[in-house]
Structures are given as C-alpha cells and as structure tokens.
C-alpha cells in the first residue's frame, strides 16, 4: 500500500501476544527484537464472550477477567515505557519508535465460534471469541502527549494504523476496525504513558452500525455519500475549523460534546489503507493542529486537556460508504467543569450541549499556533 | 387516577416557573403557598433548540445558556433546602415533603414551533422549542438519600411522578416524559439534595426509539411483547436479585454496567398512570431494597453508591407497547474504582463489561436486609 514507509519487526511476548515495533529506519526493529521477554506471565485469559441486548438490538463484551487490569499505576511500574535491566515492561526492547501488541486484558479475544442461542421463553443470544485488541505505544517517552509529537513520528503512526488495519481485516469474521485514543485521566485513562488502542469487532458497533444504515438509506433517497454531502456543506459556510490541501476539520451542527471536531480527507477513502500519498503527507500537521487547538482550549498552563479521538472505518461489509474520518473530543466544557454522560446520555442517548457549535467553532479557529 | 392520594399546591416562582408541592395530608400546601418568591431573578431563557445529528439520526438538545448553572454549590447555598428569613433559595416555603419545578436552567423549553430545514448542500434539520425540565425535589432533608426515605415518603413521590407524566403527555407536542434521578458526585451530579428530574421531549431518546423499535418488530416475528418476555426469561431461571407480589428485579443478560438491575411491574402497563393500587402500594417496598442493596455493594461504610435511575415510559404515540419500569445502574466497579465511557462506549457505543452479570446478580441477591 502506498506510503507506508515503516519498518516492521514482530516479538512474541512471554505468554504468547505479538508485539511488533514499528520503525522509520531499517535495522533498528532486529536490535529491539534481540531482547526476549522474560516476564513469568500467566497464561492468557480465554476467548471473550458478547451478548445481544434483546431490547436495544447491541452486542455487549462480556470479559470478567479484566477487573484485575492496571488501574492507574505510578509511572515506576508504567507497563508501556521500555523495560531496563531490572524492570520488565511489556515492551522488552529498551527503546522503541512506536510499538503495537496484544492488549493482555482484551474485551475481545480468540478465534470466533458460531453464535449460541439461548433457549428460553426469549432466546438470548451469546458468542464467544472473535475480535482482537491492540495497544499502539506512540513513543517511548512517558511524560509526552501525542499534540507534543513531531510530524515524523505521527507519520509513523499513520503507518502503524495503517497497517495493523490492513492485518486486522483478514482475521476472520472482522467487521470493523476501531482504532480510537483515550487521553487524559477524566476520561478513565488507566495508564498515562501516550498510548492508542484498536479493537477488531467480529460485529458492527452500536453507533457505526446506526452511520452505515443512515448512509444507505440516504443514498437510495438522494444518491448522495452522506459523508461528502456533510463535508460540502460544512465547507460551503459551516463550522470549518482548520484545512489544508487534503485535509478539513470542522465542528459538527449537531455536535454533541462541550468541544468536538471531525476531520476528514477531502477525497474520501474507506480506511486508512486507502489514503494516498498526498494525504497522507498532509495529516500530520492537520491532526496536530487540531490536538493542539484542543489543548488551548483551557490555556496553555492548564492540566493536558481529556479527549477521545474516535476512527470511523467503513465495515468490512459492502458498499463500505462510510467514510474514514477521526472525531476528536473533550469533556472539559470549561476550566475545572466536566460534561458527564449522566441521566439523560447515559439513560436514553439523549446528549444535552451547553456549548453552540458555531461558538465552540469560533474558539477553535481563534487558537491558530 | 388511582392510588394518587396526594395533595397538589401549584404556585409561581418570581421569574413564572411553576412550583408545586406535593403534600400526604390536606392543607399543608395551602401553609406553604403563603411564602412567595421573593428573590429578583433574571427572565427565564428563551425556547431551547435541538438539532438533528444526519449520520446518527438523533437529536441532539442544545442550550447554551445553561453554562451558568450551579457547579457543587455548598450546602449554605443549595436550592433545594427550603427558604428561611435570610436564606432565599428555589423553594420558598419553610418546609415541605414533595416539590417539582421547572428548571431554571432547562436544556428543553418554550412552545413547540414548526421544524426548520436549513437549507444546503446537505439540508440541516432544527427544532426550537418544545419540551420542559423538571425538578423533583424528593425531602426537604439535604442530607438524606432516596435510599434513607420511608415507604410514605416513596409512595408520595410516586404520586408525584404519576401527576407529571399525566400532566407532562398533555403539553403540546411531548412524545416522551423522562423520569430520571443522577445520585453521587461521581455521575456529575452538581447539587447533592436528593433529588430527580422529568423530562418531556418533543421527539423520542435515541435508545426510547431503538426499544419501541424492536418491539414492534418483536411482536410482528413472535406475537408478543418484548418485555413480558424479558421478564419471563428471567423468572424462568434469569439473573431475578427480588421480588415481591407486584414487582420484579433483576440483572439484564446483557448488562452494560458494573451493577445494574432492571425493576419491572409483573402486569405490563405503559407508563406511571396506568399502575393499579396494588401496584402503587407494593412499589417502595421493592425500589427500596434495591436501592439498599446498591448501597451495600461496596460496604456500608462506603461513600454513598453513585447511581443513576432511568425510567421507561411509553412513548405518546401508539401502540404504546413499551413497558415501564426503571434501570438502575451504577458506575462504581469496585472500591475506589469507576467504570469511565471512553472511547468504546462514547466514541462507538460498544460497552465493555468488566463483572459477569450472573455475578452481579449474585453478588445483589446476597445483600438481603
């Protein structure tokens, strides 16, 4: 595939992940890959169960063994920084570029069975294995943030995501790869060490499920892609926060967190393995721009701002029309004052923003580097 | 009605909210309606306006004035402790069991006007108006939980509640009223009086219109309703943590929370108004033990449980068939520990559950009185 210029080099982890470190130079993943991990691991948990939510119509992954997970440790047992001589890490080497491996408490894990139907006066249904998750170590540096990366690196990341997409799709009964960031520990982040995750679904998410279907039906009524038409009009006069040649990023109208951004390519592509050679050399000064933007938000001296940067992938599935875009929110809706999902989120869906779009754009647009 | 044996007192706070005082015995809100308010408020905000999110289709509630609203206010500045001589707060009688009134931050407000599609590339669907937010303030005891109020004091809110949905369906426009309580700072819950809230919505909650949906097509694939066969399911050898004559608890197959239990009358009925008196007089027996046994969850020394309480009603257009009853879920995973929306639940809505909810129910079933 075009551009993706990394070095790939894959480890096995003491109790049988996959580990491979991605590099921008050839060479440098064999001398990572001479160090073994030599942690005495418990053998992996078994395949992850998901139940169907008969009233909603959504999967949920059911994964009990993950309550035992770091919960915020301190950064002298961080289990993303490289291991030294006398602590052992999940990344063996004693330096890396980026680094992706097997998440070792995974909401989604193992070869998929065929689904069960539970026989009662309702059927439940439940199915076991299928799916993968994956952590993506950004950098080595415990104390940095991804809006601090240099464009080279975040170049290496696209390739990371890149590829492990492509890899992700032929495992079998893949639907959708997610690939998304949790920062900042009022989101619920565990683990401060910059770090992304990818989930490979063996089912389509609530919410990408809901896209693809809104995507069809407004195919079949205007003959439109619901993504280029929102993308044109957001740039025919909406909430345009930044752009460059391949890539614009705006507020969306109906945007549900206190500050949120999409940003899409403007030619549009299903996934990242299909990003040209342009776009992909126009991302990262986007995608920086914009985290960058995020974490002005508050000023400069304020605590790293929270977000989530959520990938929307088309699903495996024909036509695949959703468009590849990232969604990049906060929850800080002002210094010290945090949105929460509470009755009306987290009960009915219903979100409740405090902050008009087209003012959260303005503010995003004020705080050009 | 039946069974609504309460007392209603309807007065007006200083800026025209409606305040009502829901009193067991004839008289008292005569009592409290001589205290007026006498505070200089500023006018109420303008209607509130929603918009329609075209990749989701759900709307969407903006309200922007509502950044201004009290953020943990201390509790010599609560506004939901009565009045006293020098302290004026949002209810101006001396006392009181029962008060609902309108929010003086509503995310939902004003006369319902006709749709706008604001015309583009892309037509954007908005919505002023319709809808209205209320406040149910459950004791004039600041320090008490729901969980510490007697069965008298439960059973007037139920009347309470009954009142406003009657009410609230009568308002023009309403398609759903939302009843709801947020408990604990840790649901972003900014003043910790007991209380709860009623919504009424001029269109349905994302997850109201996914529920009526796949009841419909439930009863046309099996000719029965969906929640009596839920709740069949369960009694038939289910996850049930209580029950008593009229009502039943118990943990869903596919929980989405930590600790999560879903309270159904055993005879279906579409919302609080149809409850018969033997379903009113058995209801805060059960909604109190389930309560308690949250609390306990965690140790009866422990901070109270953060928790949020949803109720499904019926919405207002036919065939009505979907059933009350109440989800009550908490966050809290274990000691210390919360369960965050990141970015599967809030980037894609795919909930990751950490405690197998046939343990859950075990674990609720042995917290017995």
Not at 176 to 185: I, K, L, R, S
Not at 220 to 243: M, P
Request: aromatic share 10%; hydrophobic share 40%.
């Amino acid at each position: 595939m075009p551009g993706t210029a990394a070095y790939q080099t894959v480890v096995h982890l003491a109790d049988g992940r996959e580990l491979i470190y991605f590099d921008a130079e050839a060479g440098a993943g064999q001398d990572r890959a001479a160090y073994p991990d030599t942690r005495p691991l418990d053998p992996r948990p078994g395949a992850g169960e998901s139940r169907f939510d008969p009233l909603l119509g959504e999967w949920v992954a059911v994964a009990a063994g993950r309550q035992v997970r770091p919960y915020h440790p301190g950064p002298d047992v961080c289990p993303l920084c490289p291991s030294t001589a006398t602590r052992h890490t999940e990344i063996p080497a004693p330096d890396y570029e980026v680094a992706v491996f097997e998440n070792r408490f995974p909401s989604l894990s193992g070869p998929p069975e065929p689904p069960d139907e539970l026989i009662g006066p309702l059927p439940h249904r439940l199915r076991r294995g299928g799916g993968r998750c994956e952590v993506v170590a950004f950098t080595s540096d415990h104390d940095a943030t991804f809006a601090s990366l240099g464009e080279a690196r975040v170049q290496l990341i696209l390739a990371a995501w890149t590829d492990r997409t492509a890899n992700l799709f032929t495992l079998p009964g893949i639907q959708q790869v997610y690939v998304f960031e949790n920062a900042g520990a009022e989101i619920g982040v565990t683990i401060n060490h910059p770090h992304g995750q990818i989930y490979a679904f063996p089912y389509l998410t609530p919410k990408m499920s809901k896209v693809a279907q809104r995507g069809q039906a407004h195919a079949a009524r205007s003959g439109g892609n619901l993504h280029d038409d929102v993308l044109a009009a957001e740039l025919a006069g909406g909430r345009v926060v930044l752009q460059n040649a391949e890539w614009v990023a705006f507020v969306p109208f109906a945007a549900r967190w206190p500050y949120e951004a999409h940003l899409y390519p403007r030619r549009r592509v299903p996934d990242f393995t299909a990003l040209d050679d342009a776009q992909r050399a126009a991302f990262p000064a986007a995608y920086l721009d914009l985290l960058r933007r995020f974490q002005r938000l508050f000023g400069d001296d304020a605590p790293p701002v929270p977000y989530i940067a959520a990938w929307y992938q088309a699903p495996a599935a024909e036509p695949r029309a959703v468009a590849l875009h990232v969604e990049v929110f906060t929850i800080r809706r002002a210094p010290g004052k945090l949105k929460y999902l509470a009755g009306t989120e987290s009960g009915m869906g219903a979100f409740m923003q405090d902050i008009a779009p087209e003012r959260a754009a303005e503010r995003l647009r004020a705080l050009a580097p």
